[in-house]
């Protein structure tokens, strides 16, 4: 029998602007009530970056992160996953801080460096659209930089939130390369299974968002670690859907939420994350197949238990 689709839930992310959509969560409370949705819609895993209250800058302060985590722990029983990417042009320091403070269930780990491209965002926009000084110039600098993932820094981050804290990973691979960096690790003992891979298309710098993409990386991941991990999707933008539908029918789980897609439809806003949790829920039901409970995916993925958390 297929097992139950995990359904990963990412509502705020650090990529996003303001401006982009007014339905971005951006306060502590909207991060909260976001995340508390989105589980309650059918999300198993929330996962989290914070932001700048006042300016809606991505922000890697531990204090902004604990004013929302214990609300969510508080008001649901969704894994609780806490981003080490970060903002682009964070150290990896700063991108660590909230988790070694935090030391959650899990926690994402970016498994390569890539060259990551929003400038092309920068077209939708005019210069009177903008809300925050910060946004335009924090878009137009993607164009020279490069989201640093180096072997040592992704060692450092799995000796000093993976082993000192039993905090489990959402191994972010943007290319195929980056399931053989991971390849070394599990090699060298550092990553031990059941591992959590999350397969990404469509972000400019990664692998594109064509199927045949989804469908090799997959079989790549098969040849090197058989039955050791469990798989998802996430594509951004338009793609966000048709890869979640294509990942639950070939046996993967799913990832969605307004860090990955502000949309819902062609040209139209989702209102919320839960709006995007509920569709990919109801093709996942319609397809036949069912939405992992949070402690169904713990057990899949070993988690150390909501209770282990220090929030
Ligand atoms: N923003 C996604 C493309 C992270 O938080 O570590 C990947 C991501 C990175 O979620
Ligand atoms: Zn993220």
Known sequence: MAKPVIITCAVTGGIHTPT????????PQEIATASIEAAEAGASIIHLHARDPETGKPDPRPETFMEFLPVIKQSTDAVVNVSTGGGLGMTIDERLA????????????NMGSINFGLFPLLDKY???DWKHDWE??????????IFPNTFASIEYVLKNLGEEHGTKFEFECYDLGHLYNLAYFVDKGL????FFIQMIFGIMGGMGADPDNLQHVHNTAQKLFGDDYEWSVLAAGRHQMPF????????????????DSLYIGPKKLATSNAEQVLKIRSIIENLGLTV?????????LALKGGDMVKF
Request: no cysteine; hydrophobic share 40%; charged share 25%.
């Open 20 to 27: 982009m959509s007014p339905h971005l969560p951006i306060t």
């Open 292 to 300: 992992a409970t949070p402690d169904e995916a713990r057990e899949r």
């Open 126 to 128: 005019s210069d009177a």
């Open 244 to 259: 979640a539908t294509q990942s639950a029918i070939l046996g993967g789980n799913i990832r969605v939420g307004l860090e």
């Open 98 to 109: 909230a988790a070694t403070t935090a030391s959650p269930e899990m926690a994402s780990l």
């Open 191 to 194: 990553i031990k299974p059941p």
């Open 136 to 145: 335009k110039p924090f878009l137009e600098m993607t164009k020279d930089f």
